[in-house]
């Protein structure tokens, strides 16, 4: 039924021996939605979408992919998800165009004009076999095979890996596109600018459970960044005295280093009125928003 | 020149003195050894039939098509058996194509038959080889296994001719099963749907372990002895 959400989650747990990797994941996406699933390196995003095609099984919980269940329904919930694995591994001794072509005989239905057209948008050449590949090549085969069926849903496990950023833009774009024709985008990162550029909304998992779900843009506002400034000639004391935000001022001659809490607007006018040679921001990585944010409260 | 042979040699490989019959010699020249040359093969291709892709990654994408465990593991266990099948074809079209030019007084069909219990072995052994890929930690040691379980049972099977004792031991394992070159003249039917039976429960033991499993990735959930760890 459309009306049910396209992934709905319910404290899913799932442990390899001692090692807890999901301890009551909850989760619920809308159809439609793009959604980003951000989280550190073994926070449980790969385990929670291997969960979600059957290729796991959970320890406790319950997890609906469409409205069906993945375990009793495994076959039909996967005719409608395409899925691009993080470790992507394709048997290397064929081409692009081979291993693609027995990924479309495997789903059945796809036009193959469509697989050329993403793989040209991808510049990806057919022909090359897998094992000439550059990792960034292998990417763009793991992409295609993912949408080439234009699925109902994409489970996509940290789908820019290994591309350079025109590629990766072309990838947003295109999951921009796969939604705009209806499908439902559930993408895991560990990039919070990639995030930002394309999700919705986002989740944040964190040892094994989910830590917060919130809008994007929410995120950096919330983060430190650090602000690296080179003047003409030193900034007058006092000169940043009362911009909002500002805070941790380190000063060496014309140089400044400036920790910024949420929007640049106030420093950038204060500087303004000073020679600026250059300006250097800092986005913080995910660990450390992590830290001012999660760990502090 | 057979009688001056070492007693313990000829029986280590058969019946050596019925060589002059058909069945004695398909037996000593072929049937003793043809399923531990093929065995080899097919306990290596059985046991990377599904961890072998699984331990390169390439498992995990198949499987994230709609395609379902049952399928996929019945489809590639078929198409093992139908390759061995083939393998055994070939060997058998070469005996049959000389058949004409020979004194041996046996039908082409008749030496057809004399393959199905060579079949039933290797399919035995080959699903030995499967399900012990579903629960030990690596293709090739699953592999390994069953192939030392072959060649022991093989050498086993010659060195029962030797010692009793060995003849009760020998009876215990599929081997006691495994009809030679006698399967040309008169097939036994009953040896040969054993082999087969217990083929099946091994591999209905194997299905229902892949299906209940999770499919492994970069290593992840690998297999280990406990108490040796902790040790």
């Known amino acids: 039924m459309a009306t049910q959400p396209a992934l709905s989650i319910h404290g899913l747990t799932k442990a390899y021996g001692n090692v807890a990797a999901l301890r009551g994941v909850d989760l619920e996406v809308g159809r439609g939605e793009l959604f980003g699933f951000l989280g550190p390196n073994g926070a449980g995003k790969t385990t929670t979408i291997r969960c979600l095609l059957d290729l796991i099984r959970p320890d406790g919980g319950q997890a609906r992919v469409l409205g069906l269940d993945p375990r009793a329904d495994a076959v039909a919930v996967r005719a409608r998800v395409g899925y691009l694995p993080g470790e992507l591994s394709i048997e290397p001794n064929q081409t692009a165009e081979r291993a693609l072509r027995y990924f479309a005989q495997l789903r059945g239905g796809v036009e193959w004009a469509f697989v050329r057209e993403l793989a040209g948008r991808l510049q990806l050449d057919l022909r090359a076999p897998i094992k000439n590949m550059s990792k960034g090549n292998k990417q763009k085969v793991g992409v295609v095979q993912a949408l080439m069926a234009r699925p109902e849903l994409l489970l996509l496990d940290e789908p820019t890996s290994g591309l350079d950023p025109l590629m990766q833009q072309e990838v947003y774009r295109l999951l921009g596109e796969a939604q705009a024709g209806g499908a439902t985008v559930f993408f895991s990162s560990h990039i919070i600018s990639e995030v930002e550029a394309i999700a919705e909304r986002v989740a944040i998992i964190r040892d094994g459970r989910i830590a917060e779900t919130l809008d994007p843009h929410d995120l950096l506002r919330r983060s430190v960044r650090r602000v690296r400034v080179r003047l003409r000639e030193p900034l007058p004391e006092g000169a940043l005295v009362g911009v909002l935000n500002a805070t941790d001022i380190q000063r060496d001659g014309a140089n400044l280093l400036v920790q910024v809490e949420g929007e640049m607007d106030a420093l950038i006018k204060a500087l303004a009125a000073y020679p600026v040679i250059d300006l250097e921001t800092e986005r913080p990585t995910l660990e450390e928003v992590f830290l001012t944010h999660y760990v502090e409260n | ?231």
């Open chain 2, 1 to 231: 020149m057979l009688a001056s042979y070492p007693p313990a040699l000829m029986a280590f490989f058969g019946d050596v003195m019925t060589m002059n019959t058909p069945q004695g010699y398909f037996g000593v020249y072929y049937a003793s050894y043809m399923p531990l040359i093929v065995g080899i093969f097919v306990c290596s291709a059985a046991a990377g039939l599904l961890a072998g892709d699984e331990e390169r990654g390439t498992l995990d994408l198949a499987l994230a098509h709609p395609v379902g465990r049952t399928a996929l593991f019945w489809g590639r266990w078929l198409a093992l058996m139908v390759a061995t099948g083939l393998i055994l074809l070939l060997a058998w079209l070469g005996w049959a194509v000389t058949l004409p030019f020979t004194d041996f007084d046996v039908s082409a069909v008749n030496l057809l038959l004399g393959y199905l219990p060579m079949w039933a072995m290797l399919g035995l052994f080959g699903a030995l080889a499967l399900l012990l890929s579903m629960v030990l930690p690596s293709a090739r040691l699953a592999a390994t296994t069953a192939g030392a379980l072959l060649v022991g049972n093989w050498l086993l099977s010659g060195l029962a001719a030797l010692n009793d004792n060995l003849q009760l031991a020998l009876d215990l394992t599929p081997w006691a099963l495994f009809q030679g070159g006698e399967a040309i003249v008169a097939l036994a039917w009953g040896p040969l749907l054993a082999l087969k039976g217990s083929a099946v429960a091994l591999l209905a033991l194997a299905w229902w372990l892949f299906l209940r499993r999770d499919i492994r990735v970069g290593g992840e959930r690998s297999w280990s002895l406990r108490g040796l760890r902790r040790a």
